[in-house]
């Protein structure tokens, strides 16, 4: 068997499937909107589907589509005082099946046709523990040949050595870390990564971060995290105790997306606020 992510309309429901359940299609949707998709729609070699229909339609009704839309990449792009662009490695943690050289090649030329003055950095493809960390230098270097603005994301598995070696060789750079609870780094030990990053002259960025206690106590340079994302498709606004109802949230998608993002920004400038003036 070989698991491949597809759009849910490059998948074709089978003519004459016999089960056709709207109370399931509800509950299964209320299921992966909580859950995630837990089991797969499985499929003959024409996408045709052998078992799954009711989790399509669910996957539907919850509109979970991935929409390419470049000219809202550069609609964003400059409407930002700042930006930075990851790669988007969640998906290759899931099993998602990729040629790596050839995603490389296109994540080169879209760097190479995106960037602009104000756009800070380009994050490495830090796929170690999927395809192992020489290849993820090599294709570092791939990347490094069109920017200078690659950002290192450094994680355990390389060794604090990796780390140090890092800072040195990015001084006076973005380098980062990653903000996954007790994963890469403990929670005391962040301010400990933070100053030696700082001696050499680089700025830290830590990946998915959004937790108050850390930010509270920890000056990072930058932070990012899809916390506000998640919220929306679990159908929750920021501060809310309740869920907002599958109804409304089906009729009133963009007001919770809209509520969300704004909380977000909230909370990014208090930070940056609070921080301003911290002496290094």
Same mark, same amino acid.
């Given at each position: 068997m070989e698991i491949v992510w597809k759009q849910v309309d490059e998948v074709i429901p089978y003519w004459n499937n016999p089960r056709r359940n709207e109370q399931a299609v509800v509950a299964v949707a209320a299921s992966i909107r909580e859950f995630g998709f837990q089991n797969p729609i499985i499929v003959d070699s024409d996408f045709t589907i052998i078992a799954g229909h009711t989790r399509l339609e669910a996957a539907k009704q919850l509109q979970l589509y991935a929409k390419k839309r470049p000219e809202l990449t550069e609609f964003i792009r400059d409407h930002s005082e700042l930006i930075m662009i990851d790669f988007g490695a969640h998906s290759f943690q899931k099993g998602t099946q990729v040629d790596f050289d050839a995603y490389t090649n296109r994540y080169a030329e879209f760097i190479q046709r995106f960037d602009q003055p104000h756009v800070l950095g380009y994050f490495?493809?830090?796929?170690?523990n999927v395809i192992g960390y020489e290849r993820v230098l090599q294709l570092r270097s791939r990347l490094?040949?069109?920017?200078? =603005?690659?950002?290192?994301?450094?994680?355990?598995? &390389?060794?604090?050595? *990796?780390?140090?070696?890092?800072?040195?060789?990015? $001084? #006076?750079?973005?380098?980062?870390?990653?903000?996954?609870?007790?994963?890469?780094?403990?929670?005391?030990?962040?301010?400990?990564?933070?100053?030696?990053?700082?001696?050499?002259?680089?700025?830290?960025?830590?990946?998915?971060?959004?937790?108050?206690?850390?930010?509270?106590?920890?000056?990072?340079?930058?932070?990012?995290?899809?916390?506000?994302?998640?919220?929306?498709?679990?159908?929750?606004?920021?501060?809310? =105790?309740?869920?907002?109802?599958?109804?409304?949230? &089906?009729?009133?998608? *963009?007001?919770?997306?809209?509520?969300?993002?704004? $909380? #977000?920004?909230?909370?990014?400038?208090?930070?940056?606020?609070?921080w301003r003036h911290y002496e290094k």
């Amino acid at each position: 068997m070989e698991i491949v992510w597809k759009q849910v309309d490059e998948v074709i429901p089978y003519w004459n499937n016999p089960r056709r359940n709207e109370q399931a299609v509800v509950a299964v949707a209320a299921s992966i909107r909580e859950f995630g998709f837990q089991n797969p729609i499985i499929v003959d070699s024409d996408f045709t589907i052998i078992a799954g229909h009711t989790r399509l339609e669910a996957a539907k009704q919850l509109q979970l589509y991935a929409k390419k839309r470049p000219e809202l990449t550069e609609f964003i792009r400059d409407h930002s005082e700042l930006i930075m662009i990851d790669f988007g490695a969640h998906s290759f943690q899931k099993g998602t099946q990729v040629d790596f050289d050839a995603y490389t090649n296109r994540y080169a030329e879209f760097i190479q046709r995106f960037d602009q003055p104000h756009v800070l950095g380009y994050f490495e493809m830090d796929v170690d523990n999927v395809i192992g960390y020489e290849r993820v230098l090599q294709l570092r270097s791939r990347l490094e040949a069109v920017s200078d =603005k690659i950002i290192p994301a450094w994680h355990k598995g &390389r060794g604090i050595s *990796e780390f140090k070696r890092m800072c040195e060789d990015y $001084a #006076g750079r973005i380098v980062a870390v990653t903000g996954f609870k007790n994963e890469d780094i403990q929670d005391h030990q962040y301010m400990m990564f933070l100053k030696y990053a700082w001696d050499h002259g680089c700025k830290v960025h830590c990946l998915g971060m959004t937790r108050k206690k850390i930010l509270d106590n920890v000056p990072f340079d930058y932070v990012d995290s899809s916390s506000w994302l998640q919220q929306s498709l679990y159908g929750k606004i920021a501060g809310e =105790k309740t869920k907002v109802s599958q109804t409304t949230s &089906r009729a009133r998608r *963009e007001v919770v997306f809209t509520q969300n993002y704004l $909380a #977000g920004i909230r909370i990014q400038k208090y930070y940056e606020q609070r921080w301003r003036h911290y002496e290094k």
